[in-house]
């Protein structure tokens, strides 16, 4: 489903055309894991895999949502944002408004209906992107700004109805919003790369993230490479706490090191300094202290087109999580095991928050049909467990 079905979906629920479609890509980790929390910098990469949102206005006051991938419809008032058990989807929807409203932002009623080809669970940040196609959809609908102190000058519509793009500082802004709405209203403790990477995607371009300093640079992606991403078929699912207690545990160790956060420790203070902190606590920093000097690294090797040293990175790291950090799984194991020994794979990891979900696979042009087939044989073989294997473009920012 894409633009033209989305349209098509809205018309059936509302029975009218809708006055704005947006779509906000999903996003892969390409290097980085669990280090935007701390800090650190990240390499990530914005994918042909969307949420898109179709909208129109209401005068009543109210928000009505509908979903492809939920029979019931969400109907609430834009003054009564409360949670509701039955549509927990939705809070990352009313999350965003709850952000927005208090930003001053003067919300009004509309309709939306929403689609996504990004498979859930899978460590592709589907939550994200629905909180930017939020956010962009009410842009639309209520023009806004906003600046770092809170709520910018409206922007004014062109003659064709279209609003200036979004600058670089809106866009973080945006995105900022975005975390502050998924760790206040939905309660899962994120930082700023799912949202960053939705909105800041550049076709054939990794997307650096400097989480200390909220800069974000392009990194050329040029060669015969493409994405593959295989799902586990494990549940992700990070409300439940592994992911808030990760976060306490490195910033727990960065306290009892004297420092801001990770980012500023080195490897050798680390080591010096290990009867500091618990066994837990070393093993989370040793892991996040090890994955910022692999995406420095790393950027340097996919600036110099050097994707078997890039593939390198990215095994050292799905070892760090597996044995540090402990966030992989038996599933997520396999696949890797299997992968790098695969014809044309450079490199592979387990992608996002972990427990579950998927690896991202960096697997040259020419042998990815091959590469799909023998991973997923291989896969139900040791497991018993299907996957499907998926090819993902770099993709685009939300637009």
């Known amino acids: 489903m894409g633009p033209t079905e989305i349209i098509a979906f809205f018309r059936k629920q509302f029975g009218f055309k809708p006055t704005h479609v947006v779509q906000a890509p999903g996003r892969l980790e390409l290097l980085g894991n669990h280090t935007d929390y701390n800090q650190g910098l990240v390499l990530a990469l914005a994918v042909d895999k969307h949420i898109y949102m179709a909208s129109s206005p209401r005068t009543d006051g109210k928000i009505e949502l509908h979903s492809t991938a939920f029979l019931k419809r969400e109907l609430f008032s834009v003054t009564n944002l409360q949670k509701n058990p ?60 906003l600046k770092p102190t809170g709520l910018g000058k409206r922007p004014v519509a062109d003659e064709a109805g279209d609003l200036p793009d979004l600058t670089a500082q809106e866009k973080l802004d945006i995105a900022k919003l975005c975390q502050a709405a998924e760790n206040q209203f939905v309660g899962v403790q994120c930082g700023l790369l799912d949202q960053v990477s939705s909105l800041f995607g550049k076709a054939f371009h990794a997307i650096e993230l400097d989480c200390q300093t909220n800069t974000v640079e392009h990194v050329p992606m040029l060669g015969e490479v493409a994405i593959v991403v295989a799902n586990t078929g ?166």
């Open 234 to 399: 494990v549940k992700h699912e990070l409300v439940g706490g592994e992911y808030n207690a990760l976060r306490a545990d490195c910033e727990s160790a960065a306290r009892k090191l004297g420092a801001k956060s990770l980012r500023s420790v080195d490897p050798k203070y680390l080591a010096a300094n290990k009867s500091k902190l618990t066994e837990r606590e070393y093993r989370c920093a040793y892991h996040v202290v090890g994955e910022i000097q692999r995406v420095v690294f790393g950027g340097r090797a996919l600036r110099q087109g050097d994707f078997a040293q890039f593939g390198q990175f990215m095994l050292q790291s799905h070892e760090s999580s597996r044995d540090f950090f402990k966030n992989s799984t038996d599933e997520l194991d396999v696949l890797v095991e299997i992968a790098r020994d695969l014809e044309g794979c450079y490199g592979a990891r387990l992608t996002g928050g972990g427990f579950g979900g998927a690896t991202i696979n960096l697997v040259h042009r020419a042998h990815i049909d091959s590469f799909i087939e023998q991973l997923t044989q291989g896969y139900k073989r040791r497991t018993g467990r299907d996957t499907a294997p998926m090819r993902c473009e770099v993709a685009d920012g939300a637009m």
């Open 86 to 145: 039955g549509a927990t989807w939705a809070d990352y929807v009313k999350g965003v408004l709850d952000q927005l409203r208090k930003r001053h932002v003067h919300l009004r009623g509309f309709n939306a209906a929403i689609h996504a080809d990004i498979p859930m669970g899978a460590g592709m940040s589907s939550s994200a992107a629905l909180e930017v196609a939020t956010a962009l959809t009410v842009r639309h609908l209520i023009p806004y700004s």
